[in-house]
């Protein structure tokens, strides 16, 4: 059963940068896709970002040029660098890693963006 643990979340004001990380149980090498999600009350959790493993990056309209997805293999980590962060940026992040047919997801880190 892969494990996928975020960190990095917080309280920052509206400007501001995070830094959020999921590190895997296992080699990252080994998945199709690793993607971040957010998910606000109410809401459905939406695609923030995602990364292949050819490197091809995909970004939400709404966090272009602010936000930039990024892997390091030697630590089995997957990393949201969140730039510019706005208060509708606030959220639950969540990492979630596929494979084939099968997926993960971690337990989520909040992110809150005051004004």
């Known amino acids: 059963q892969v494990q996928l643990v975020e960190s990095g979340g917080g309280l920052v004001q509206a400007g501001g940068s995070l830094r959020l990380s999921c590190v895997a149980s296992?080699?990252?090498?080994?998945?199709?896709?690793m993607a971040w999600y957010r998910q606000v009350p109410g809401k459905q959790r939406e695609l923030v970002a995602g990364?292949?493993?050819?490197?091809?990056?995909n970004y939400a309209d709404s966090v272009k040029g602010r936000f930039t997805i990024s892997t390091d293999n030697a630590k089995d980590t997957v990393y949201l660098q969140m730039n510019s962060l706005k208060p509708e940026d606030t959220g639950v992040y969540y990492c979630?890693?596929?494979?084939?047919?099968?997926?993960?997801w971690g337990q989520g880190t909040q992110a809150t963006v005051s004004s």
């Open positions: 296992e080699s990252i090498f080994s998945f199709d896709v």
């Open positions: 990364i292949t493993s050819n490197h091809d990056t």
């Open positions: 979630n890693f596929r494979r084939g047919a099968f997926g993960w």
